[in-house]
């Protein structure tokens, strides 16, 4: 699916201005590969590129971020995941992709939210929840306490 991207080492992709690094690395990744990710992306309303799967992740950033959407109960079916250790090309394509350096890789409607840091900050405050529930990945918190109250 993905094509090896450069056989460069990274020093010497480095030794530019940080926009000049910036846009070399969006130039290797071809259009194929960058078709294919966003492909992925838009396939469901929450994707998480992460290390390892949900039931078993590889890495404490993948399992916290998992933990959190866990917590604000996002079904299974509105989520999708990769896992990026399966694949190398995968790896380093969703990090040029994306312009962000670390997995896990947080998408919600086809936008980039963050990291793991990004990802427990925004939770911390409330916006995911508010996220979440604008583009009905789980249900407003006052239809949620009507569903349960007309139940009883």
């Given at each position: 699916m993905f094509r090896h991207i450069s056989r460069l080492p990274l020093a010497a992709l480095t030794r530019g201005?940080?926009?000049?690094?910036?846009?070399?690395?969006?130039?290797?990744?071809?259009?194929?590969?960058?078709?294919?990710?966003?492909?992925?992306?838009?396939?469901?309303?929450?994707?998480?590129?992460?290390?390892?799967?949900?039931?078993?992740?590889?890495?404490?950033?993948?399992?916290?971020?998992?933990?959190?959407?866990?917590?604000?109960?996002?079904?299974?079916?509105?989520?999708?995941?990769?896992?990026?250790?399966?694949?190398?090309?995968?790896?380093?394509?969703?990090?040029?992709?994306s312009e962000w350096p670390t997995v896990p890789q947080l998408y919600v409607k086809s936008e980039f939210i963050g990291g793991c840091d990004i990802v427990l900050g925004m939770h911390q405050s409330g916006e995911l929840e508010d996220l979440l529930e604008k583009h009905s990945i789980i249900p407003k918190a006052d239809e949620e306490a009507a569903a349960r109250a007309t139940s009883s």
């Open positions: 201005s940080p926009r000049a690094t910036s846009s070399v690395l969006r130039r290797l990744l071809s259009s194929e590969a960058r078709a294919h990710i966003q492909n992925a992306i838009d396939a469901s309303p929450l994707v998480l590129f992460m290390k390892g799967t949900p039931d078993l992740p590889q890495c404490g950033f993948s399992r916290a971020v998992i933990q959190v959407l866990d917590l604000h109960g996002v079904p299974p079916e509105k989520m999708r995941t990769y896992n990026v250790l399966e694949d190398p090309e995968l790896r380093n394509g969703i990090k040029e992709f």
